[in-house]
């Protein structure tokens, strides 16, 4: 079960965190996995760790805010049967929550470029050869904040992740008759986000007493890039200990 022997897996922004965990356990199952990241290095890093455990894995290099890096990235990647889109954040940038009423609309790109944009052109790299083959899968890591809002003064990244959430729905509805899954997750606070005495705090408010890990999200991708999860497309599964509940 949840065997991907045979499939190879390109997993943007790999380099570390949730995408590094992604990427480890894909491998895992059988997938070769091609760790994506902007920084070469730390993609590298991944890659050798996964081979070192005994898994298949290679690097592309490419931003994917940059359409020409994302066809170039996926042409040298070879044929891409399971995408995730992990890269996030702020790309290349620092996030900074800020208020929107106190930011300026240059400020706007580092959310929206990376978030949003970055999704539709590794998706559209990856479709068609999806389609030729007739299966994929698509998986877009996304956030609680893309789905609740909050004060916390991160109103373009939850827009960004929002409008990558409702680009999956639409686009499974296009691809299911090709044989191309598209799912979101959305990710509640993460143990890479905080630490210290803060973390503790943080654990307390999550039902399950502990924040989310990037084995927490590898698993749930591994189920949605397998076989079992083929009848399974156009949703937004929450990862968050049961902090929201609907």
Known sequence: MFDLTGRTALVTGAGQSVGAGI?????????????????AG???SVAQ??????????????????PESVADGFAAAG??????NNAGNAGAHTFAPK????????EYARFLDVNLHGVLHCSRAALPG??????????????????TGNRMGISLYGAGKGGAIAFMRHLAMESAAMGVTANS???GLMANTAGGAHTERLAKSIPVGRLGTPDDVGAACVWLASDEASWVTGKTITLD???ITT
Do not use: K, W
């Not at 760790?49 to 940059?66: E, K, L, Q, Y």
């Not at 208020?99 to 240059?106: A, G, L, Q, R």
């Not at 899968?137 to 789905?147: K, L, P």
């Open 23 to 39: 990427a480890r356990c894909l491998a895992a199952q059988g997938a070769h996995v091609v760790v994506n990241d902007i920084v």
């Open 42 to 44: 730390r993609a590298e």
């Open 49 to 66: 760790g996964i081979r070192t455990a005994g898994g298949s894995s290679s690097v592309s290099r490419f931003d994917v805010t940059d």
């Open 79 to 84: 044929a891409i049967d399971i995408l995730v």
């Open 99 to 106: 208020p929107f009423v106190e930011m300026e609309p240059d």
């Open 130 to 147: 999806m389609y030729e083959r007739g299966r994929g899968r698509i998986i877009t890591i996304s956030s609680g904040a893309g789905t």
């Open 185 to 187: 997750l959305a990710l």
């Open 241 to 243: 200990g049961g902090s």
